[in-house]
């Protein structure tokens, strides 16, 4: 990982929530509860994302193509590997672990092409390591960061807001007619979660987000917070989130699979409240960069694309020793084994690779 301002380490631990919601979503949380809370996290981390390339990377006119091979790889240095490996444990589980002794060569190759989200089969883009889509879709948006970033930054922050909310009065329309059993690819109804050009607009917002902290106003406010001012705006921040997630799971997201104009609100008052507040370290600032949590967020990656490797891995484990019939110690047992395996894999495999590839650095 690399090497973040101190006042910005909440914002990573805020991602590490975010996947940590995610993982207990899809593997141990009622549907009814985890559905909507993956679709805001979700798109949490593809906000914050935004953020952080525009923040990391200018992408100025000095940048040229060779600049950007350069930038890709070092992508896909951190990110493919750990892909890799992560498909390689799911295609385990299923092969030996669940006794089918064949698996689609097809579907494994375009998986490692980073290519699932782009069709429309459900057999691909479900695959044998279904989450791994969250990689294929931040490459794409990597891919094509610097061309997002250079459209958005002329753009006066009024006009860059306005063309949001356009793209979210469209998404809108697109998630409100999506079906389940459409094979359009534009109205699928999961490709309208995980079609890569629908997350340019989450990763668009973060841009917007990070072009809105460089302005004049924003770091006067920001300059004349304290401590304890700080405290309260993040206890504040969370309240809000906390009331809209409400409205928005309750009376907009009934008949709109996946539009972002819903969660949105919720995603930039949590996200914004944190950037503003975090340079005067507020009490939720302080606690979310504290040292165990900050060691954390280097597995954040591990954490998520391992979590259904490790969960078919175990099952035949936990039901043999009667564990799943018992959902606590299942849950701890689940969690600390995703946990030990994200750590190994983080220390003795993702960071050797990388540092191999010549770029020594912290990821």
Request: hydrophobic share 50%; net charge positive; glycine share 4%.
């Amino acid at each position: 990982m690399e090497t973040k301002q101190n006042h910005l380490y909440s914002l990573a631990t805020l991602q590490l929530i975010a996947v940590v919601t995610i993982v207990m979503g899809h593997l141990w949380v009622s549907e009814s509860i985890s559905v909507f809370m993956n679709s805001v996290c979700v798109s949490f981390c593809f906000v914050y994302s935004g953020f952080f390339t525009a923040k990391r990377h200018n992408f100025d006119s000095s940048y040229r193509l060779n600049d950007h091979y350069h930038y890709m790889l070092d992508k896909l240095a951190k990110m493919y590997p750990m892909y890799v490996l992560a498909l390689v444990v799911c295609l385990f589980a299923f092969v030996f672990l669940k006794g089918q002794l064949s698996f689609a060569v097809k579907t494994v190759l375009i998986h490692l092409s980073l290519l699932s989200p782009w069709f429309s089969s459900s057999d691909i883009y479900f695959g044998y390591n279904a989450v791994g889509w969250w990689i294929c879709d931040l490459f794409f948006l990597y891919l094509i960061s610097p061309l997002i970033v250079r459209i958005l930054r002329p753009m006066r922050l009024p006009w860059q807001a306005l063309l949001i909310i356009v793209l979210l009065g469209l998404e809108f329309i697109g998630g409100y007619r999506s079906s389940m059993e459409s094979d359009s690819l534009l109205l699928n109804y999961y490709h309208m979660y995980e079609f890569p050009p629908i997350r340019i607009l989450d990763f668009a917002t973060g841009i917007v987000i990070f072009n809105t902290t460089r302005c004049a106003w924003w770091k006067q406010l920001s300059n004349k917070l304290t401590s304890n001012l700080s405290t309260v705006i993040e206890a504040l921040g969370v309240l809000v989130f906390a009331v809209l997630y409400w409205l928005e799971k309750t009376y907009l997201h009934e008949h709109c699979f996946r539009a972002f104009c819903i969660l949105a609100p919720s995603v930039v008052v949590l996200l914004m409240t944190f950037i503003l507040t975090s340079s005067k370290m507020g009490l939720l600032s302080r606690l979310l960069s504290s040292k165990p949590l900050v060691v954390m967020q280097q597995y954040t990656f591990e954490i998520y694309l391992l979590q259904l490797g490790v969960y078919f891995a175990l099952e035949p484990l936990c039901n043999k020793l009667g564990i799943s019939n018992q959902p606590i110690l299942h849950f701890v047992v689940q969690n600390a084994a995703l946990l030990l395996a994200a750590w190994a894999a983080h220390k003795y495999y993702v960071v050797p690779i990388y540092r191999r590839l010549g770029r020594n650095r912290r990821h």
